[in-house]
C-alpha cells in the first residue's frame, strides 16, 4: 500500500470545519499531492480546499472520479472507433487525432455528486465535500471534427461515447449518450492534453471528452469510441443513475423514476477558499476570496456576507470572464470587533440563476450548491 497518512493534526488543520465537520483521511497516491481519498481501488480523491488558490487546478491536485478499474492504455496501439450512422466507419490513430486543428478550452469539470456530504438526510454515494471540482486548460480537437471525418449524420439525435474500462460484477459498462447539439458545440472536445500536459492516466489518457458546463459525468474518459444514433445508450449511468428529479420531493421522499432526467448543465455556485473555515484572523484589513462558477452561464455578481446573511455585499470579480469556467473575486473585510463570524458566498449567473440556502434533497445528492459558509474566529488586539 502506498498510504501515507497524513498527521492527526494535519488533518485536524485542514477540516477542523466548524460549518461543516468532516473528518476525512489525507493520503498520498503517485502523481498527487496529499488528497482526500474517498476510495484507493479504483481512486476516487477529493481536492483539499486549501489547494484552490488559483484559477488553474494543477493536474496534481485535481479530483478524481472513477467506476471501475482503470483500463491500460498503450499509446501505440490506440484507436479512436466511429461508427453508428456514419457514411464511412473509420478508427483513428493518437497521430490522425493530433493532426486535425487542436482547440483549447479552459472548463470547470465537477461532479454531479460534489458536496453530497452536505445533504441532509445523508444519501448514500460517495460522501464527497467541496472538492469534486476543479478548473483546468484542456486541449485537442473538436468532437465535431472527429465527427466529420467519419461522414456521420450531424441530424442524428445522439453521440454515444464509451471508454475502455469495462464493467465489473454488479457495476456495468460506463458509456454515456448527448445529445446532437451539445456534441457538435466548437467547445466540446477530445482533449489530448490537461494544462499542457498529456492527459495523466487518471484523467483518461490518451483521450477524454470534454463536455463545458454539463457535469462530469459526461467528460468520459480513455474514449476509445463514438457512435452516432438516433436513441440514447439505455445503460444503468443514462438511466437511473445521473438523473435528477424534475420536481424535487420532501427531503427523505422517494421519487418516481418516471419523474428523474438526464442532468446536464449545471447550476450557479460560488465557494470562499480563504481564509479557511476555522481560522483565526487578527483584527483589521483581511481580504475573502474565493470563485465562482455557472456551467453553461456566466457569473454575474458574488456577493459576500459576514453577518450570517443579515447583510451582503458585493465582491469584486476578475474581469476575465470566459464561458465554462470559473472566475475568481474578493472582497475586503475589516473586521473590527473580535468574536467569532459565520462568513457566506453567494453568486448570481446571467440566466438570472441566484445560489439558494438550502439546496434541492434529491435521493442521490446531485448538484449540491446552497450558499457557501465557513465560520472563523477574529482574535482582540
Ligand atoms: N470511462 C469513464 N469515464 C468517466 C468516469 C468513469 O467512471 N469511466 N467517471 C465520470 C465521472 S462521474 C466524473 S465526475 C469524471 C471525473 O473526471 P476526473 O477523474 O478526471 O476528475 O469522469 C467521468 N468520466
Ligand atoms: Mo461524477
Known amino acids: 500500500m502506498y498510504k501515507e497518512k497524513a498527521s492527526r493534526r494535519e488533518i485536524i488543520a485542514l477540516f477542523s470545519a466548524a460549518a461543516v465537520t468532516q473528518a476525512q483521511d489525507v493520503v498520498t497516491i503517485p502523481g498527487k499531492r496529499a488528497m482526500i481519498v ?62 486535425l486543428p487542436q482547440v483549447r478550452v479552459p472548463a470547470v469539470l465537477e461532479c454531479t ?7 441532509r438526510p445523508r444519501v448514500p454515494g460517495i460522501q464527497w465535500g467541496r472538492g469534486a471540482v476543479g ?33 465489473v460484477a454488479k457495476t456495468p459498462d460506463f458509456i454515456r449518450s448527448l445529445g446532437m447539439r451539445k456534441a457538435i458545440h466548437p467547445a466540446t472536445l477530445l482533449a489530448l492534453q ?52 424534475k420536481h424535487p420531493g420532501a427531503p427523505g421522499a422517494p421519487v418516481d423514476r418516471a419523474d428523474l432526467e438526464v442532468i446536464e448543465g449545471m447550476p450557479v ?59 475568481l473575486w474578493t472582497a475586503e473585510w475589516k473586521p473590527m470587533r473580535a468574536g467569532y463570524y459565520t462568513v457566506l458566498s453567494r453568486a448570481t449567473d446571467s440566466a438570472g440563476r441566484v445560489q439558494p440556502f438550502v439546496a434541492a434533497w434529491n435521493p442521490s445528492g446531485y448538484l449540491f450548491n446552497a450558499v457557501d459558509r465557513i465560520g472563523v474566529v477574529v482574535e482582540g488586539a
Request: aromatic share 10%.
Open 38 to 99: 474517498h476510495n484507493d481501488r479504483p481512486e476516487d480523491l477529493e481536492t483539499p480546499l486549501a489547494y484552490f488558490d488559483q484559477w488553474i487546478t494543477p493536474n496534481d491536485a485535481f479530483f478524481v472520479r472513477q467506476h471501475l478499474p482503470r483500463p491500460e492504455m498503450r499509446e501505440a496501439d490506440f484507436r479512436l472507433r466511429i461508427g453508428g450512422r456514419v457514411s464511412k466507419e473509420i478508427q483513428l490513430s493518437l497521430a490522425e487525432l493530433r493532426k
Open 113 to 119: 455528486g460534489n458536496g453530497r456530504g452536505f445533504y
Open 135 to 167: 478548473n483546468a486548460e484542456w486541449s485537442g480537437p473538436r468532437m465535431l471534427d472527429v465527427l466529420k471525418l467519419a461522414g456521420a449524420d450531424l441530424q442524428a439525435a445522439f453521440v454515444t461515447v464509451n471508454g475502455a474500462d469495462v464493467g
Open 194 to 245: 490537461m494544462n499542457g500536459e498529456p492527459l495523466p492516466d487518471l484523467h483518461g489518457f490518451p483521450l477524454r471528452l470534454i463536455v463545458p458546463g454539463w457535469d462530469g459525468t459526461s467528460w468520459v474518459k480513455w474514449v476509445t469510441s463514438l457512435t452516432v444514433a438516433n436513441e440514447p445508450d439505455q445503460g444503468f449511468f443514462m438511466n437511473p443513475a445521473y438523473r435528477f428529479p
Open 269 to 327: 455556485k460560488s465557494y470562499i477558499a480563504g481564509p479557511a473555515d476555522g481560522d483565526k484572523l487578527s483584527m483589521g484589513a483581511t481580504v475573502l476570496r474565493g470563485m465562482a462558477w455557472a456551467g453553461e452561464e456566466h457569473v454575474t455578481k458574488v456577493e459576500v456576507s459576514t453577518d450570517g446573511g443579515s447583510t451582503w455585499r458585493e465582491a469584486k470579480l476578475s474581469p476575465q470572464n470566459l464561458p465554462f469556467t470559473w472566475r
